[in-house]
């Protein structure tokens, strides 16, 4: 074919390469240039069909030669111009491409214009295809690949015959089930799901029902955990709306259903997102993932608040969870640390007005916080089948040092209603803050706690400097959020100025959250959280073993905690002093060891001879004899049965004066000096006595004679704080052993005389019996009284005293004290449970003391026998029965001594009371007698 002159032009030529088709591959939409340099230019009006494949080695027969440059014949390519024959005239292809863009109103040759109209199917390429066109791919194996309707049909040719060919027909499209299950994971209600208010659950509209492209049993687990998602969706709801509706919830109750609330929203605003373009159920599943993780752990959460019975319980499950959750991710673990600090502020806010770090002044709180004692050693929760712990979320420590605040504030109050401790949250310039978020900033809150710390302590000191000016002062200081309000909002109104401040104090009120500080975490924060978290997902391993990189929640304690430690320190201190200086604690414990410890020579003799010496009158009223102005008394040694018990007038008579004219005040001018009454309005009583002690209190004989009297005493306010009623029951109950131990001393002291009388008129030798008897019950009791008094009762007390006397000398030299008023209170009472141990008062020493009533019985016995001149064989079977109970006592002692020495168990106190009876054991049987001696052995010789 040959070509004219015009399209021999170069010109000409390369105007039709730029505006022609190219096609590689029979594909106009291919690159132009590919590796092996393969292409085809389709000239329509050169009709040109076909090309070489192998490159342009043929392109003499198509005209289509270069010019060579260096043989040019038009000249240097700079001054090329084309000839003027042709410039203003248009070959035949032009004209036919111009007319045909013409018709389609567009540029036919701009491939980039065509690029998003595919010319025909995209297909999926291999290497095969692309070096052999003729190469065909095999057929798939998976059914799946080629579309839903080929596996519906497969499967329906597959059940075909079976009791689940009837489910293939109820076949529904995946983007009308996606919208159901999508509206079923928000809690709402759709075509084929509708909520049951009487079963709480969601249900189906249509039964056996699946999803074109999936399985029957592949359709239903799908719509079964969906189900669950919307279930537990509702559930939250209606807690929420329920708790809001509510009259009086608790405050942390609220603040749960506020998280939950932000919660719901969270999952509605990501699930709703995603509606618009999920398209697949792999794509579902992913993001219902995370959301129904969430919504479940805090279903979990709300069964395990249900029973809550306070703010504290609230917050302590909620710690708990979060503790556990320490396997999940951080993102979850800080969710929850955020929830923690939202529900435990109530409690927080609580607590705080409980050991006086309230922005008011401290008041004694509503019984809305449980005692923490209580909880670390209280009941079970029956409800949980577990106990709730205040160990979890407060350590006993920390629940030890609050209810000793509480305490200590409460003695203030009452006695020193002025005192700077009651306005203790007005003395700092920064305020005292608990727990104000998921991870606070505890370098700033230490700075705060010593700010707080050095102005307190600079008020205290004011107060106690001996003039109470500073009362006043305390009254009138205020945290900067309530100086600007009046204590009248009437009397805002007076002068502009205060109603500015009364306006911006309300003002400054409305804006802040409820039940929240300025401060609070807000909840966009908990929001955005949620929403990262829902669109990320959860990228982290929820098993990881690394647990040391996880934000486990702290408990809302940590940021109290150093307000807590000055704040007691301060309390204790104060409590201490005013103890210690005004209510003169030590006097009053000084009196216990004087009357009921029979620790005061005087009181001691004096009650004896009132009770026991028959040389005293009586204080009996008899008919004809008028009563003498001389000592009386009852005259228990020579008392019958007929006239016992005393009456109230003649006891009253016997023991008129006893108390008052032996106590001697440590302090001159104190309360004696100034009234007649003794401290503690100590004086003798009857003691109630159930039926069968009253019975046993009717025979002067035994040793129970004097069961019935006791010693009245009521310490005073606040030094009932440490003489306990507990502690006086202890104190009564050694009372009556020793009064006991009294009487039976006395009664061995007099014998030795009244026998040696007794056998002098009879016949020589008579009398070895009743001597015998008497010298062996003398050492008994004599061993037995000076043990109980000087090991039993003295060494314990003199403990006591050290430990007090440095306490006091410690709060003279300094303003810290070295115990708070629990650890005094528990040293007292360890001096108490000392002295019961030594002197056999204890449950588990009941055989000990039964071994030593009935060595006291058999004295009484011996003594009745002396009065009724029957010296015979009575004496001789009384000594009999008296060794053989010493032996048995000794025994017991020896037994008691070796299980000490056994317990390695036990403390250091409580070894060193039981060591005791080997002191006595030895003091008892210093030769050997009772320990070596059988029954029928000779008796000891006098």
């Known amino acids: 074919m040959e070509l004219d002159e015009s399209e021999r032009d170069p010109f000409a030529v390369s105007d039709l390469w730029r505006k022609s088709t190219f096609t590689i591959n029979n594909d106009p939409h291919e690159t132009l240039f590919n590796n092996d340099l393969s292409f085809a230019i389709e000239f329509p009006e050169l009709n040109i069909a076909s090309h070489d494949r192998h490159g342009l080695s043929n392109t003499e027969d198509y005209g289509l030669r270069l010019p060579d440059l260096d043989a040019f014949e038009f000249g240097a390519l700079e001054d090329l111009s084309p000839p003027e024959s042709h410039r203003g005239e248009k070959s035949e292809g032009e004209d036919e491409i111009e007319r045909q863009q013409d018709e389609l109103g567009e540029d036919i040759w701009n491939v980039a214009s065509h690029a998003d109209i595919p010319a025909k199917a995209p297909a999926l390429r291999t290497w095969e295809g692309f070096l052999d066109e003729q190469h065909a791919e095999p057929v798939s194996a998976y059914l799946s690949e080629v579309g839903p309707g080929v596996f519906d049909a497969a499967l329906q040719q597959e059940e075909k015959g079976t009791a689940a060919a009837s489910a293939s027909d109820d076949v529904l499209q995946p983007a009308f089930v996606l919208r159901c299950l999508f509206s079923l994971a928000l809690g709402r209600a759709s075509v084929l799901f509708q909520w049951n208010d009487e079963k709480a659950v969601f249900e189906d509209t249509l039964e056996n029902v699946r999803v074109s492209g999936c399985s029957a049993l592949c359709s239903q687990s799908l719509i079964q955990r969906v189900k669950g998602l919307g279930n537990t969706t509702m559930e939250l709801r209606n807690h929420v709306l329920r708790t809001y509706a509510a009259k009086s919830p608790l405050p942390a109750y609220v603040a749960l259903a506020g998280c939950l609330e932000v919660i719901l929203n969270a999952a509605d605003k990501h699930l709703t997102s995603q509606a618009a373009v999920v398209r697949s159920f792999v794509a579902f599943e992913s993001a219902i993932q995370v959301p129904d993780q969430l919504l479940h752990l805090f279903s979990t959460l709300l069964h395990e608040t249900k029973s809550a019975r306070s703010d504290h319980e609230v917050a302590n499950e909620v710690y708990h969870m979060a503790q556990h959750s320490s396997g999940l991710s951080n993102a979850i673990q800080s969710i929850y640390a955020d929830v923690l600090a939202r529900v435990s502020e109530p409690w927080l806010t609580s607590l705080k007005n409980r050991v006086g770090l309230g922005d008011a002044k401290y008041a004694s709180p509503d019984p809305v916080l449980p005692d923490f004692l209580d909880l670390v050693n209280g009941p079970s929760d029956s409800t949980n089948g577990h106990r709730i712990s205040a160990a979890d979320i407060v350590s006993p420590a920390d629940s030890q040092c609050v209810e000793e605040i509480h305490a200590g504030l409460e003695i203030l109050n009452a006695c020193a209603p002025e005192h700077p401790l009651l306005f203790s949250g007005s003395y700092t310039s920064t305020g005292v803050r608990g727990q104000q978020s998921a991870y606070p900033d505890l370098e700033r809150t230490l700075q705060r706690a010593k700010q707080y710390e050095l102005e307190l302590q600079g008020a205290i000191n004011k107060y106690a400097s001996g003039s109470r000016s500073a009362t006043k002062e305390t009254t009138e200081l205020q945290t900067p959020a309530r100086s600007a309000q009046p204590a009248d909002e009437n009397d805002a109104w007076l002068d502009d100025e205060r109603q500015k401040q009364f306006l911006a104090a309300?003002?400054?009120?409305?804006?802040?959250?409820?039940?929240?500080?300025?401060?609070?975490?807000?909840?966009?924060?908990?929001?955005?959280?949620?929403?990262?978290?829902?669109?990320?997902?959860?990228?982290?391993?929820?098993?990881?073993?690394?647990?040391?990189?996880?934000?486990?929640?702290?408990?809302?304690?940590?940021?109290?905690?150093?307000?807590?430690?000055?704040?007691?320190?301060?309390?204790?201190?104060?409590?201490?002093?005013?103890?210690?200086?005004?209510?003169?604690?030590?006097?009053?414990?000084?009196?216990?060891?004087?009357?009921?410890?029979?620790?005061?020579?005087?009181?001691?003799?004096?009650?004896?001879?009132?009770?026991?010496?028959?040389?005293?009158?009586?204080?009996?009223?008899?008919?004809?004899?008028?009563?003498?102005?001389?000592?009386?008394?009852?005259?228990?040694?020579?008392?019958?049965?007929?006239?016992?018990?005393?009456?109230?007038?003649?006891?009253?008579?016997?023991?008129?004066?006893?108390?008052?004219?032996?106590?001697?005040?440590?302090?001159?001018?104190?309360?004696?000096?100034?009234?007649?009454?003794?401290?503690?309005?100590?004086?003798?009583?009857?003691?109630?006595?159930?039926?069968?002690?009253?019975?046993?209190?009717?025979?002067?004989?035994?040793?129970?004679?004097?069961?019935?009297?006791?010693?009245?005493?009521?310490?005073?306010?606040?030094?009932?704080?440490?003489?306990?009623?507990?502690?006086?029951?202890?104190?009564?109950?050694?009372?009556?052993?020793?009064?006991?131990?009294?009487?039976?001393?006395?009664?061995?002291?007099?014998?030795?005389?009244?026998?040696?009388?007794?056998?002098?008129?009879?016949?020589?030798?008579?009398?070895?019996?009743?001597?015998?008897?008497?010298?062996?019950?003398?050492?008994?009791?004599?061993?037995?009284?000076?043990?109980?008094?000087?090991?039993?009762?003295?060494?314990?007390?003199?403990?006591?005293?050290?430990?007090?006397?440095?306490?006091?000398?410690?709060?003279?030299?300094?303003?810290?004290?070295?115990?708070?008023?629990?650890?005094?209170?528990?040293?007292?009472?360890?001096?108490?449970?000392?002295?019961?141990?030594?002197?056999?008062?204890?449950?588990?020493?009941?055989?000990?003391?039964?071994?030593?009533?009935?060595?006291?019985?058999?004295?009484?016995?011996?003594?009745?026998?002396?009065?009724?001149?029957?010296?015979?064989?009575?004496?001789?079977?009384?000594?009999?029965?008296?060794?053989?109970?010493?032996?048995?006592?000794?025994?017991?002692?020896?037994?008691?001594?070796?299980?000490?020495?056994?317990?390695?168990?036990?403390?250091?106190?409580?070894?060193?009371?039981?060591?005791?009876?080997?002191?006595?054991?030895?003091?008892?049987?210093?030769?050997?007698?009772?320990?070596?001696?059988?029954?029928?052995?000779?008796?000891?010789?006098?």
């Open 506 to 942: 309300i003002g400054a009120r409305c804006v802040q959250t409820p039940g929240t500080g300025t401060e609070a975490v807000t909840e966009d924060g908990l929001l955005d959280q949620l929403l990262k978290l829902f669109q990320e997902g959860d990228q982290e391993d929820d098993y990881s073993l690394d647990v040391s990189v996880a934000p486990l929640a702290q408990s809302p304690l940590v940021s109290l905690q150093p307000y807590l430690d000055v704040q007691s320190q301060a309390v204790n201190s104060s409590v201490l002093r005013l103890l210690f200086k005004e209510c003169r604690l030590r006097e009053h414990l000084s009196l216990q060891r004087s009357f009921h410890f029979f620790g005061n020579g005087v009181f001691l003799e004096r009650l004896s001879s009132a009770l026991f010496s028959a040389d005293l009158d009586t204080a009996e009223r008899m008919t004809g004899k008028v009563r003498t102005p001389s000592a009386m008394g009852l005259r228990l040694d020579v008392r019958d049965g007929a006239r016992w018990p005393p009456a109230s007038s003649e006891l009253r008579l016997s023991l008129m004066g006893i108390l008052s004219e032996s106590y001697k005040p440590n302090h001159t001018g104190s309360e004696h000096n100034k009234s007649q009454d003794l401290p503690g309005g100590l004086s003798f009583s009857i003691r109630e006595l159930p039926e069968a002690d009253i019975e046993r209190v009717l025979d002067p004989g035994s040793i129970y004679a004097l069961d019935f009297l006791r010693l009245q005493y009521a310490a005073p306010h606040p030094v009932n704080s440490v003489i306990t009623a507990d502690s006086l029951q202890k104190y009564d109950e050694i009372f009556r052993f020793l009064l006991r131990l009294l009487r039976v001393t006395h009664l061995t002291t007099l014998m030795k005389a009244s026998i040696a009388g007794i056998y002098s008129a009879t016949a020589p030798g008579s009398g070895h019996d009743g001597i015998g008897f008497a010298t062996e019950a003398h050492h008994i009791m004599s061993t037995l009284h000076s043990h109980f008094f000087a090991i039993g009762i003295s060494a314990p007390w003199a403990t006591l005293d050290r430990e007090l006397a440095h306490v006091e000398e410690t709060l003279d030299k300094t303003d810290a004290s070295t115990m708070g008023l629990q650890a005094l209170r528990q040293l007292h009472d360890a001096m108490l449970d000392s002295v019961r141990t030594r002197l056999l008062q204890r449950r588990k020493q009941e055989k000990l003391l039964n071994s030593v009533n009935s060595i006291f019985t058999i004295i009484l016995q011996a003594s009745r026998s002396l009065q009724d001149q029957q010296v015979g064989s009575d004496m001789r079977s009384l000594r009999e029965r008296l060794t053989s109970e010493a032996r048995t006592l000794v025994k017991l002692l020896e037994e008691a001594s070796d299980k000490a020495l056994k317990r390695r168990a036990a403390d250091k106190k409580e070894k060193e009371d039981l060591e005791t009876f080997n002191i006595l054991r030895l003091r008892l049987d210093m030769s050997g007698y009772y320990s070596t001696a059988r029954p029928g052995d000779q008796l000891l010789p006098i």
